[in-house]
């Protein structure tokens, strides 16, 4: 990282570029996740903390996380000397019960308010999948809503209505060829914050709808913060439907309280989805709920909602996710990445008023993201005012600075435990050198 913010960082983008063009050989685009191509085609070859560098040596600060998993930060110590004593000794029984997964267990029980009962699986979308089947089953409904904007999961229960392009928003848009359409069909699409409609598609749907899903912020759009009145709405109308409440804490569980974004709000849905900073980046997710619904599972021997995978509970995954815990229930964690949070988008909200330049700053504790617009910004509809051509250039500027921002539209950014005020404080020069650069100033 050039001390100097206004050096330009090495733009040697060549060992990249050599082992992207390898992978393309043997996987198609190179790449084992949608998105993961991005231009230019940067591949990183170490991490330690907040910082991460590229095949050809090029440091930067770390912002996009890996899509959230990391709130202490890289290769953290605590975590990383706790997997490896584990996966000295143990790995997968796949028998019984293992000592890590009570403790684990009696760990997410105690933290998370609406669980009572919880499952281990290893991503996120499992954990979305299983939600939804649940509910299915102890509501006897078929159909869900989700929210246009959110993503939950690559499986064909909500793969719709993500980004979609302006004259889809609210349409019908799956996210992907080979979907059935009853799948497709079975989900119906809402506006995130805007409760009457909420209500209008349950009153033209009355008794046929099984759950409500959604992020309670957002953050596959960057941050939309909800009203609280909305999400109040949402569980007094699950409640008097009687429809479940699935809080996807994918990304908010653990990241904005060891209790998620329900600890913070009080509104206390029947069924959370978690993942991500559960584990700092190994592979491990939870579905949690009241042990009414979860006893539905067939993990319990009068159970009829089939639930399996291989790798659910790995020793790995599991000593990951209670060093991550550990770490968090000091406190410190959460301190440190709120304040951090706020130096960010205060400085940031700062350089534009210097520069007189209109944007919005959104965030919430360590996650932050500067829309290319004015506000406000309530749902997914109000985002299509956001200038994307200014948003991506902008993240490409910062590279430039040793600042990595997922140079794609709507990303946000996570800020760790391991990032320093330093880093921000270089991270606020590079963003006001990048937006000089992209207005010309
Ligand atoms: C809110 C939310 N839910 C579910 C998922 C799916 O998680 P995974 O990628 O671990 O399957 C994601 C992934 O980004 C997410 O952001």
Redesign the pocket.
């Known amino acids: 990282m050039p001390d100097d913010v206004n050096a330009t960082h090495v733009a040697d983008y060549s060992g990249s570029e050599q082992l992207i063009a390898r992978a393309k050989e043997f996987a198609p685009g190179g790449v084992h996740t949608a998105i993961r191509n991005i231009d230019p085609s940067l591949c990183f070859q170490r991490a330690d903390g907040a910082y991460i560098y590229d095949m050809d040596g090029n440091r930067y600060i770390d912002y996009h996380a890996a899509?959230?998993p990391f709130v202490l930060g890289h290769c953290y110590p605590s975590v990383t000397e706790r997997v490896r004593e584990a996966i000295g000794h143990s790995d997968l029984f796949g028998v019984g019960a293992t000592e890590g997964e009570v403790e684990l267990a009696e760990k997410v029980v105690k933290h998370v308010p609406s669980a009572e009962k919880v499952l281990f699986c290893n991503?996120?979308?499992?954990?979305?999948y299983h939600a939804i089947r649940v509910a299915r089953a102890a509501t006897g409904r078929k159909l869900i809503i989700k929210f246009q904007g959110?993503?939950?999961?690559?499986h064909g229960y909500v793969l719709r209505n993500m980004l979609s392009p302006e004259d889809k928003i609210g349409q019908r848009d799956p996210g992907s060829e080979g979907m059935l359409d009853e799948e497709i069909d079975s989900t119906l699409v809402c506006t995130f914050n805007d409760l009457e409609e909420v209500q209008q598609t349950v009153d033209d749907h009355r008794g046929e709808i099984a759950a409500i899903i959604l992020?309670p912020i957002p953050?596959?759009i960057g941050c939309i913060l909800p009203k609280q009145s909305f999400l109040e709405g949402l569980r007094k109308l699950c409640d008097d439907e009687g429809m479940l409440l699935i809080f996807?804490e994918?990304?908010t569980g653990f990241r904005h309280d060891l209790g998620g974004y329900q600890k913070i709000s009080g509104v206390i849905p029947d069924l959370t989805?978690m993942?991500?900073a559960m584990a700092n980046g190994f592979p491990m997710?939870a579905l949690a709920g009241s042990a009414d619904v979860m006893d539905n599972f067939n993990t319990n021997p009068s159970g009829k909602v089939f639930f399996a995978g291989t790798y659910n509970g790995h020793a790995g995954s599991v000593a990951a996710a209670l060093a991550t815990i550990e770490e968090l229930e000091t406190g410190k964690v959460h301190e440190h990445i709120f304040r951090l949070g706020d130096r960010m988008r205060n400085g940031l909200e700062n350089i534009l008023e210097r520069l007189d330049l209109i944007g919005t700053v959104s965030g919430f504790g360590s996650v932050y993201t500067l829309y290319f617009t004015d506000g406000p910004v309530e749902n997914y509809t109000d985002l299509m005012r956001n200038n994307a051509e200014s948003y991506v250039q902008y993240r490409q500027n910062l590279l430039e600075h040793g600042v990595f921002e997922m140079p794609m539209n709507l990303k946000r950014n996570h800020i760790s435990y391991s990032h320093t005020e330093q880093d921000i404080d270089h991270s606020l020069e590079a963003a006001e050198a990048s937006l000089k650069k992209l207005y010309k100033r």
């Open positions: 899509f959230g991503a996120g979308s499992e954990a979305t959110c993503y939950h999961g690559w992020e953050h596959n996807d994918v990304i989805t993942g991500k997710a």
